[in-house]
């Protein structure tokens, strides 16, 4: 069965940086829609970045130019790398995943479209 496993979340000062991982077994393809999505207590899950087999990445304005996101397919492990942390980056960090279909539209896809998730990683920014 799909597994999306988590890694790299921890507890960090404002400004500082964390890469978090997410390595997907079970059933992958070369063709795909991968995204990191977050949620804090209160708040209704959000987008964080998205990356497709097509090579389109999007990403949520609060994150532009401090995240990347990126995947290594031959560990067929998705990353999201976080620069200049803020406090309101502080989160539960989700990895999804959707196979044999890219990523569509101009945003990052809602979270209802991907049927695959990991259990998350929590990052807090202090």
């Known amino acids: 069965h799909v597994q999306l496993v988590e890694s790299g979340g921890g507890s960090v000062q404002a400004g500082g940086s964390l890469t978090l991982s997410c390595a997907a077994s079970g059933y992958t393809s070369r063709t795909y829609c991968m995204a990191w999505f977050r949620q804090s207590p209160g708040k209704e899950r959000e987008g964080v970045a998205s990356?497709?087999?097509?090579?389109?990445?999007m990403y949520a304005n609060s994150v532009k130019d401090r995240f990347t996101i990126s995947i290594d397919n031959a560990k067929n492990t998705l990353y999201l790398k976080m620069n200049s942390l803020k406090f309101e980056d502080t989160a539960m960090y989700y990895c999804?995943?959707?196979?044999?279909?890219?990523?569509?539209?101009?945003?990052?896809?809602?979270?209802?479209?991907?049927?695959?998730w990991g259990q998350g990683t929590q990052v807090t920014v202090s």
């Open positions: 999804a995943a959707e196979w044999d279909l890219e990523c569509y539209g101009v945003d990052i896809p809602d979270a209802t479209d991907f049927p695959y």
């Open positions: 990356f497709d087999s097509d090579g389109s990445i």
